[in-house]
């Protein structure tokens, strides 16, 4: 029997059971329905039911040629998604191989980082402030306890990278043992206006935390990312 020129041609072998109009009806609105979650879940799954529908199809009804069209842009569209997730993964990993050799690299190095907690050796502890702008910087120091063990108030002139030392005596005189300590800068300037106050500490990775994501860097007993670090020494 002939079909419409309208309607793609019919893969029908004589002598094919065919379903009724209906079935190949519900079976294309139920295909593409469920397009999305039958392709991400099972290419095979989709292929099994894309199959089946062009052979049982009536050949007084076959298949529209718009929605046969459709399924096949939707099935290629979901198949290249799936091939560019694998390729993301394959970056990411590789990505993540890369940055852990880098932070490897690290070990045993001076580094300096944003963070205002570092180690006091000695009885003292250094911290690198950076000032915009000629200003009153009033310092508070805690240790790892949060117990304010220090305050103090000097002018400083504008400048990166401007030391803080600390010799680990309290206001009263008392010697604080080593250990962490926390320190807190706020600033304003001749005019009373605030100023921002960026502080870094400086320190040897001792060593690099490979499995977290990304490899954190042990300095002076605290974790730091290589994002973090804004100068390698020897």
């Known amino acids: 029997m002939a079909t419409t020129g ?3 041609a019919s893969p029908v072998v004589s002598g094919t059971t065919s379903l009724p109009a209906s079935s190949s009806s519900n079976a294309s609105s139920s295909l593409s329905s469920s397009t999305g979650s039958t392709l991400a879940g099972n290419f095979q799954t989709f292929l099994t039911l894309l199959t089946t529908q062009l052979q049982n199809q009536n050949p007084l009804d076959p298949l529209d040629t718009n929605q046969f ?3 096949l842009v939707e099935f290629a569209s979901v198949e290249q998604q799936l091939k560019t997730n694998d390729q993301l993964a394959s970056l990411v990993s590789l990505q993540q191989t890369t940055q852990a050799t880098q932070a490897l690299g690290f070990v045993g190095k001076t580094a300096v980082v944003n963070g205002n907690t570092t180690a006091m050796s000695n009885s003292q502890a250094t911290w690198q402030l950076d000032i915009p702008s000629t200003s009153t910087v009033n310092i508070s120091i805690a240790n790892s306890k949060g117990q304010t063990v220090f305050t103090g ?18 206001n009263d005189g008392t010697q604080w043992p080593d250990g962490q ?3 807190t800068a706020t600033a304003a300037d001749s005019s009373g206006n605030s100023v921002a106050v960026s502080t870094e500490v400086s320190g040897t990775v001792s060593s690099v935390d490979l499995t977290q994501s990304p ?19 020897t």
Do not use: E
Not at 153 to 170: E, K, L
Not at 216 to 233: A, E
């Open 181 to 183: 300590y926390t320190l």
């Open 6 to 8: 309208a309607n793609i």
């Open 153 to 170: 108030t000097y002018s400083a002139d504008a400048g990166d990278n401007q030391p803080f030392t600390w010799n680990g005596r309290g």
């Open 69 to 71: 069209t459709q399924q």
């Open 215 to 233: 490899p954190l860097l042990s300095i002076n007993g605290q974790s730091y990312t290589i994002s973090q670090v804004k100068r390698i020494g």
